[in-house]
């Protein structure tokens, strides 16, 4: 028997759950909690409360929370690259930053054909070492999640930072506002959360897949869609090693077969901004609500390190 969190929608949802498995509260007291990133030799998971500008850490090993970093540029997204570096989407930085194994910030992006970028949201690393990141306008639309700016290049797009050159290049430019991605366990397809009802009436609340070019360094042509939401918006996703998307919604988060059926959700009692896969084994979901850090463990596992 399912706890009431968890509610199936296809059969195919029962083989992903526990049925002795709650869904549990880790912390409470943000304002606005996302981009949760998880480090597997320390055993710890940070994630960003954006209006307080502060990167949070709940350790694994007691449970406890402290401050990993304040002031913080107003982060938003992160995630683990392949040397265990923490990688970050600033608003108020309006770039994507590194933090180093000793502590130091190297800024890794800040502009596009000479102009500021936006206010990057979210990023994923791809094998070949290439971080993807999205950069809608959120963090400069008010003072409340960074410093509000006009838009230097008047669009908000999915760029590739090359591994080798640094070059950053936009990927995707056909979506409205860009918010979370993931690519699929293959890194042949990737998944991308369009938000743009947030500023367009009548706007799209909706996921695309896009197909990777043969030579893994962009996307061939418009990604269809994937899936669509009525309440709420997606946000941040990932996906497991059976290519199921685990994704925010309003009122919580949902799980989306590679078919684009909805399998289930795990139902948050707040708004959730971000998700992401850790613990030793990679099989518990971590989730950003509203205010709050909340976990439950399942029956799959995240799709590559890091989750």
């Known amino acids: 028997m399912l706890k009431p969190e968890f509610e199936p929608l296809d059969p195919r949802f029962h083989a992903l759950v526990l049925g002795n498995v709650h869904l549990e509260r880790l912390y409470t007291g943000c304002r606005w909690s996302e981009g949760p990133a ?7 998971l940070v994630w960003s409360d954006i209006p307080n500008d502060r990167v949070m850490r709940w350790d694994e090993t007691d449970g406890s929370v402290s401050v990993f970093q304040q002031p913080a540029w107003n982060a938003n997204g992160h995630t683990v690259d392949r040397q265990g570096r923490l990688l970050s989407c600033e608003h108020r930085g309006r770039c994507v930053s590194r933090t180093e194994h000793d502590g130091r910030r190297t800024v890794l992006a800040t502009q596009f054909e000479g102009r500021r970028l936006n206010s990057p949201n979210d990023l ?3 094998s070949d070492g290439s971080i993807w ?17 006009p838009s230097e290049l008047g669009a908000s797009n999915v760029y590739r930072i090359d591994p080798d050159s640094g070059d950053v290049q936009a990927v995707i430019t056909d979506m409205v506002k860009p918010n979370g991605l993931a690519f699929s366990p293959d890194e042949r397809q990737l998944y991308v959360a369009d938000t743009g009802a947030t500023h367009v009436s009548g706007g799209p609340r909706h996921l695309r897949r896009y ?11 418009n990604g269809p ?4 939401l009525d309440a709420g918006f997606f946000d941040g996703l990932r996906v497991d090693r059976h290519g199921n998307v685990w994704t925010s919604a309003a009122d919580g988060v949902a799980c989306f077969a ?5 399998l289930g959700r795990i139902r948050v009692p707040e708004v959730v901004a971000n998700v992401c896969f850790g613990g030793a084994k990679r099989n518990r979901l971590f989730i950003c609500g509203t205010t709050s850090l909340y976990a439950a463990y399942l029956n799959t596992q995240g799709a590559t390190w890091p989750a």
Not at 258 to 262: A, E, K, M, Q
């Open 258 to 262: 590679p078919d684009g059926t909805l």
């Open 133 to 149: 990141f999205t950069d809608p306008t959120y963090g400069i639309d008010s003072e409340y999640e960074g410093d509000a700016a």
């Open 124 to 126: 994923v690393v791809k």
């Open 225 to 228: 869609l994937f899936a669509s």
């Open 211 to 221: 197909a990777l070019r043969a030579d893994g360094r962009g996307v061939q042509g």
């Open 38 to 44: 998880y480090f597997a030799a320390g055993r710890y």
